[in-house]
Each structure stands twice: as structure tokens, then as C-alpha cells.
């Protein structure tokens, strides 16, 4: 039996139609500012991890929704096979809709293992009790960015020819889907409230790409790795977008593991992922990924992020006492 357990079963309808329904819907229902919630994994099935686990017997790991849940399982699959077989262990894939989702999964002890985002590392290593293990080297690079992407066609050219328009974020706790593009918002005295006809999430990289591809929204903040990685194994939709903005560097999107997993067994995970590049089979299976290798990542790496963090939280703090003494 494959060491992959994955909990979610195939989507019941194709998502192009789904997602084609859904946000139409979403954007033409209202013309007031605010932010629509577009669940794209309704269509997915997820089941609750068990309670009570022993770690003898398998690893839970959760991978971020970078990518839609069924794209998840296609590109992880292997990565997480190769894993199991290293370690003789199980591993069972856990997916969420949300990373928040993924985060509590962490604090409830539900979860050994996770591929997440750089925006929840950097925010709540200690508050969600997980620590980095791993970071994937992609394309010679220990960073990513953020890309501010319309549809090709579009007159748009800069992020101001955006205002007034309809605007996909991915998720609220992403980096680069969300953080990023609020922080430029921010330099500029703006909310997505007041600056966006329309904003809505789309709960993964892939799904914002189709939607600026499809003309459902005239712009979307992505993942830079995600992008460049479509776009070369498959610019079906990223070649009907172009980019008019990249935000400064990041470091990748680390390998997390909890803090209430062995030692032994995190170093042994380290093992694993350090020496993948090594393995034959291991440097196939990160090549379909567009990984070099796994690294050991330095904080220092995350400080950006923290900072921007920081920025908008002095920002909306100065904002609500301003308003209070309007009052």
C-alpha cells in the first residue's frame, strides 16, 4: 500500500465550470467595496484528522493551498510518497480550505508536518507551535515574490489603473496573494475597501491565475513560483496574463514541522529532504516540482515580512484611533 493517504476525494464537478459560475456570481451580485469569499474547495471533499494519533505509526502532513486541493495532490503525491518510504512511515495528506485552517491544525496537535506559506511562518512560528525544518531552492533561488498580474489584453499598467476595478487575493493569511498587495495599498492611503470595485479570494494561486485569464477579475496578486511554474510546464492561462509588478524578495515557503514531534524524527525528516537532490529517484521527483533541493532557510530571510506586518498593523491602529476622535 502506497505510504500516501490522501482524505480528500475527486471534485464532483470540473473546476473551470465551477469556478466560472462562482465568481461570476460573486462579482455581479453586488457593486458595493467589500470582500466576497469564493469557497473553491467546496468541491473537495476533507475529512477531520483523528484525535488521538501515534506518531509511530504515520506522519500527518498538510500542504498549503498554494495550489487548488486536486492540483495539491497531483504535485505533492510523489514528494510525499518518497518521503514516506525514506522514513517507513504512513503518510497521510491533510488539506484545508484556509492556511488559518491549516494553523489550528498545528495548535490542536492534529497536524506533524506542513508545507505552508511564508506569510503564517513568519507571523506565528511560536503563537501556532511549529518550527522550519526545510526550505525549497527553486531555480538557483532561496526567495520568491509576489506578482501583480492582469490579463494580457488590458490597458492596465501599473497597480493605480487598478482602482476602481475587481481584484482576486488568495487567501487572507498569504504573502504574496495578500500581504503584499495590501502593503502597496497601504504606501498609497488605501484599503481594498476603498481602493477595489470589488475584491474577492480565490484559496489558491492557480485559481487567481484562471481568473485573470478568463477576464473574471482584472487583476490578482500570485505566488512568483507558482506562475513562472505554469508557465513553463503549462502557459495554457498564464500566457493570457501579464505581469506589471514584482514586490522585493522573500524567502520560500519553508517546511514546518510541530514542536510536539520527536527530535529524532525531525532530524530524520531533515535527512530525508536534504538529501533528496542526491537520489535519483528523489532529483526526478524534484524536478517536476522545479526544486533544487532542500535547504536550511535563515530567519533573516522572513524579516520583510514581519516588517510589512508590523507597518500595517501600526497603520490600521493609527487608522481606528483617528476615527475614534473624529467621533
Known amino acids: ?32 467595496a467589500g470582500y466576497t469569499s469564493v469557497d473553491f474547495s467546496k468541491i473537495v471533499k476533507v475529512n477531520r484528522a483523528e484525535s488521538r494519533y501515534d506518531e509511530n505509526t504515520g506522519l500527518r502532513v498538510a500542504v498549503a493551498a498554494i495550489v487548488s486541493p486536486k492540483e495539491t495532490v497531483v504535485h505533492y503525491r510523489e514528494l510525499l510518497d518518497y518521503l514516506g518510504r525514506n522514513l517507513e512511515r504512513s503518510v497521510f495528506l491533510i488539506q484545508r480550505k484556509t492556511y488559518g485552517e ?40 532561496n526567495f520568491y515574490q509576489s506578482y501583480l498580474i492582469v ?31 495590501v502593503y502597496w495599498l497601504m504606501q498609497k492611503r488605501a484599503t481594498p475597501d476603498t481602493f477595489f470595485k470589488k475584491s474577492l479570494y480565490t484559496y489558491s494561486h492557480d485559481n487567481s491565475i484562471l481568473a485573470v485569464a478568463r477576464k473574471l477579475v482584472d487583476g490578482a496578486a500570485v505566488d512568483g513560483h507558482i506562475w513562472e511554474y505554469y508557465n513553463r510546464r503549462n502557459p495554457f492561462n498564464t500566457s493570457k496574463t501579464r505581469i506589471i509588478r514584482k514586490s522585493e524578495s522573500f ?63 501600526l497603520s490600521e491602529e493609527t487608522t481606528h484611533a483617528n476615527a475614534k476622535l473624529k467621533k
Not at 475527486?10 to 465551477?18: A, E, I, S, Y
Not at 466560472?20 to 455581479?28: E, G, P, Q
Not at 489584453?153 to 493569511?173: H, I, M, V, Y
Not at 514546518?256 to 520527536?262: G, M, Q, T
Open 102 to 141: 491549516i494553523d489550528e491544525l498545528f495548535v490542536e496537535r492534529q497536524l506533524d508536518l506542513g508545507f505552508i506559506c511564508s506569510g503564517p511562518y513568519a507571523a506565528g512560528d511560536q503563537k501556532y507551535g511549529f518550527e522550519v525544518l526545510a526550505a525549497p531552492r527553486v531555480n538557483g533561488s
Open 251 to 313: 524567502g520560500n515557503p519553508p517546511v514546518v514541522a510541530s514542536v510536539y514531534l520527536s527530535a529524532k524524527v525531525k532530524e530524520r525528516i531533515r535527512q530525508v529532504l536534504f538529501s533528496m537532490h542526491l537520489n535519483t529517484d528523489g532529483k526526478r521527483i524534484l524536478d517536476k516540482l522545479m526544486i533544487d533541493r532542500f535547504i536550511a532557510p535563515k530567519e533573516a530571510w522572513y524579516d520583510p515580512i514581519r516588517r510589512m506586518k508590523q507597518t500595517l498593523s
Open 1 to 32: 500500500m502506497s505510504p500516501l493517504l490522501v482524505t480528500s476525494k475527486p471534485p464532483l464537478f470540473p473546476l473551470r465550470f465551477f469556478l466560472v459560475l462562482i465568481l461570476l456570481f460573486s462579482i455581479s451580485c453586488t457593486n458595493e
Open 151 to 181: 490579463h494580457k489584453d488590458s490597458r492596465f499598467q501599473n497597480l493605480e489603473n487598478l482602482k476602481g476595478k475587481t481584484f482576486a487575493f488568495t487567501d487572507p493569511e498569504s504573502n504574496t496573494g495578500r500581504l503584499v498587495p
